[in-house]
């Protein structure tokens, strides 16, 4: 009798640990599953943390990439289209333009000395000079000429397209401020307005040219900018930079160029767009290219050869649920 009760509590023990088993197993999974997300967050806190720090904001440098007091030419330029356009400007066109005014201002004064009523009392009745109507045709044709051939080269210049590996930068002009965007660099667009008079003085930049977000490029890579407008007709202008083209709603035009060095070079908006026109400054912050790098990245972006986030980082191995014993059976 002994015996026919201990194998009856051994079989109901035994089937206890049997229905018990799987109980246990899905209480041990909703715990795994828990600590999965932790064990993501502690894989994402080092990314997280690697992410590096924005480069330090440039100081902008009197005098260069902005009007100088009592300035009567064109700004310093610091791009190789600029170079060219001043070269145009001061040795091609300034001394032909003095020398024809100086010329005809000479000219005037001796026919008024010359052909007074006192010094030649006898007019000459001359008509024709075949000479001098040669002369005053060919000289003026030869000088357009002279002139059109660097001017012809310059819009050609202006006008190149970008290579292939320049950086691209949308341009949205709104009333009244820009907005920058990297599509290839994976940054949204955000917005650049004026600074107020005290935080300009507060960083040393000029009142009604500072702004609070810099339009961020590199310094010696060629640039690529796809401008347009959100609301009315504005016009991206830098000076420095010989840049200009206007942003027009419903159309992309676009504009490249090279900065030469680093530096904060600034413009404004050239096309009359509405009240405060005169106050949506651009601020171009040129850094060298490994600076300019860090700051893509510190912005969330990256450069082209980077290794997407989640193909750099080693995916971690998923969590096993520590396997439970079930109880021994124990004779009573």
Not at 39 to 56: H, I
Not at 231 to 255: C, Q, T, Y
Not at 276 to 283: D, E, K, L, T, W
Request: aromatic content about 8%; hydrophobic content about 45%.
């Amino acid at each position: 009798m002994n015996m026919l009760r201990s194998i009856v509590l051994a079989g109901l023990l035994g089937l206890n640990a049997v229905t018990a088993a799987p109980v246990l197993a899905q209480e041990a999974a909703p715990a795994a599953q828990t600590a999965a997300p932790a064990t993501d967050a502690a894989a994402a806190a080092p990314a997280e943390a690697a992410k590096p720090a924005p480069p330090a904001r440039l100081k902008p440098v009197e005098g260069i990439g902005m009007p100088r007091p009592g300035e009567m030419t064109f700004q310093e330029q610091f791009s190789s289209t600029g170079h060219y356009a001043r070269w145009i400007h001061d040795a091609v066109l300034l001394p032909i333009i003095t020398v024809i005014s100086l010329f005809v201002l000479g000219l005037l004064l001796w026919v008024i000395i010359r052909y007074r009523r006192a010094a030649n009392p006898t007019p000459s009745k001359t008509a024709h000079n075949t000479v001098i109507e040669v002369v005053w045709t060919l000289a003026p044709v030869l000088i357009l000429v002279g002139i059109a051939i660097p001017s012809i080269d310059l819009i050609a210049k202006q006008y190149k397209p970008a290579p292939k590996d320049a950086l691209t930068v949308k341009v949205t002009g709104y009333q009244w401020y820009w907005g920058y965007e990297y599509p290839d660099n994976g940054i949204g667009e955000f917005v650049s307005n004026m600074l107020p008079a005290d935080k300009a003085l507060a960083n040393g930049e000029p009142y009604l040219l500072g702004a609070d977000n810099r339009l961020v490029l590199p310094a010696g890579k060629p640039i690529k900018l796809i401008i347009t407008g959100a609301d009315v007709i504005h016009s991206f202008a830098v000076p420095s930079l010989w840049v200009k083209m206007d942003a027009v709603p419903g159309r992309l035009n676009e504009k490249s160029f090279t900065i030469d060095k680093p530096g904060v070079y600034y413009g404004q908006c050239s096309e009359l767009c509405g009240a405060r026109h005169g106050f949506m400054p651009i601020a171009i912050e040129a850094l060298p290219p490994a600076q300019f790098a860090q700051w893509v990245r510190s912005q969330g972006g990256t450069m082209p050869g980077d290794k997407p986030a989640d193909a750099a980082a080693p995916a971690a191995p998923a969590p096993q649920a520590a396997a439970t014993p079930a109880p021994a059976a124990t004779n009573s």
